[in-house]
C-alpha cells in the first residue's frame, strides 16, 4: 500500500508549524514575564523556594495555553503559557481530590499537578480515557514543586493496603474498556497510563531495582493510591501504564505486596488495523511507520528509545500493513521478556473476553482479589464507548480511511511473525502464560 502523502504532510508538518507558533508566542509571553517577575520580586520567591533552609512551597501556576506536537512525548513546562497564581503549601496536592499528578520534568526537577475544578476527577474516564489527557484539557492551575518536597509529602501518606492491579498492553488492545470494567464498580479507582509511570519504567530500565527507583516507586504509589474523600470506600487500584512503560511493575511490585500484574493483548491483525487509524492521530505513530519504510536503524533506534525489545527490529517493510504487524509483535515481546523473568505475570487474550464476557469479568474480579458483589456494576463498561471522551472515540476514527493491504502484504506479514516465533495471521495466537477463565473459575 502507498503512503497517504497528503494526510501524512497534514499531520506531520501541519502540527509542527502549529507548534512552531505557539513557541513562538510562547517565548514573548516568557520574556515579558521574566522582566515582571524581577520587577514584582517573584523570582526572588522562586530562588529562595530552592534553598533547602527555606519553608517548602509549591507554585501554583494559571494556565493560560497549552499546545504538544504529539500527546504520546513526554510533557515539559515548556507545552504551556502560564502566569503565576500564587505559592501554597504543598500539602495542598493531597488535600484536594481535583488536583492529580501530571508528570515530572527531570530537566528542572520538579513535579507537576494539575487542578481542575473543585469536585472534578481527573482521573476518571468522564474527562477523557486517559488521565494525562484529562489534565491538559481540564487543568485550570499547574502547581509545581521540587522533587525533593514532591517524596516528602508523599512520605506523609499512609501505605496503601488495598489491593492493585498492573495492566500492561500492546495498545489498541481494549485496554480501555477492560480500565473502565473496573471504573465502572465505584470502587476501583483506575488510572489509566500517567505520565510518571513512563519515568518509573525508564529509570529502572536503566538502573534496575536501587534506592532511587524504589524510592519513586513508593512516591508513586503512595500518591496514586492515597486517600480521597470522593472515594471513600475503595475495594482497589488500577494502574495501567502505557505499553513499554510495563516494567515498572518490576519496581512497584517490590513495595507493594498485593499487586496483580497481567498483560493485555488482542489478535495482532485487528491490532494493526487500528493503529494504523492512530497513525493519523498521533504524530508519532506515523512517524513509525515512515521509519518501517525508510532505514531498520531508525526503527531500531525508535525502538530502544521506546523501551522496547530490539531484537530483531532493525529491518524495514514495504507496507503499513506488514509494519503494523511487526510493531504488535514487538509490543508483545515486552510480555514474553518480563514473563520469562516472573510467572506471576500473566497473560490476558482480550478476545476471550469479547466472547464470554460474563464469565471474563468474573474470572478478571476474583484474579484482582476484588469482591464478586461487583460483577454487575462491572459489565456496566460493554454499553458504551470506551473512548467516548478522548481523541480516539469511535466517531474520531470512522472518520478514517481504514488500512488496505493485499494476501502478498499478509504472506510477507507471516513471514515476519515466524521470525519471532508467534503464529501465523489466520491462526489463533495464544501467548504463554495466558489466563484460563474456567481454569480461575474453577469450571
Known sequence: MAIRILDTILLLIGRLIVKGIFLFFRLIFCIVQTISWKIFGIQDAVEKN??????????????????KYCLLMPPSLRDFICVHDEYIDPEYVIQNDHVSLFFLDPHQDVAVFGEGIPGQKLWHSDCDSFISLALFKFSKRLIVMPMEEFHKVCARLPDPEKPLIIMGNTARCGSTLLTQIFECTNKVISYSEPYPLNNLGAMFHKKGHCAE????????????LRPLDCMPDV???????????????KAIKEVHAKTTVFYLYRDMECVTK????????????????????????????AFRNALFPTEGTNRVTDNDYCSGIFQAAIASNVYLKMRKEDKDVH???????????????????????????LFKDAMVAFTRDSQRNSIVSKEVFAAIKPLEYTE???????????????PPIDQPCRIDGTLDFDEILGN
Not at 475495594?235 to 511493575?249: D, M, Q, T
Not at 490476558?348 to 482479589?369: H, N, P, S, Y
Not at 502478498?408 to 508467534?422: A, H, M, P, R, T
Open 235 to 249: 475495594e482497589g487500584y488500577l494502574l495501567k501504564p502505557s505499553g513499554p512503560s510495563f516494567v515498572c511493575a
Open 408 to 422: 502478498e502484504d499478509k504472506k510477507k506479514s507471516n513471514q515476519l511473525l515466524k521470525e519471532f516465533g508467534y
Open 213 to 224: 527507583v524504589t524510592k519513586l516507586a513508593r512516591s508513586l504509589l503512595k500518591m496514586y
Open 347 to 373: 497473560g490476558l487474550l482480550f478476545d476471550d473476553l469479547l466472547q464470554d464476557k460474563e464469565k471474563g469479568v468474573r474470572a478478571i474480579l476474583k484474579i484482582c482479589r476484588l469482591p464478586e458483589s
Open 274 to 301: 487500528s493503529m494504523y487509524k492512530l497513525s493519523f492521530v498521533l504524530p508519532t505513530t506515523r512517524m513509525c511507520y515512515l521509519f518501517c519504510r525508510l532505514n531498520g536503524n531508525l526503527v531500531e533506534a
Open 50 to 67: 530552592k534553598d533547602p533552609k527555606s519553608k517548602p512551597v509549591a507554585q501554583a501556576l494559571k494556565v493560560l495555553a497549552s499546545w
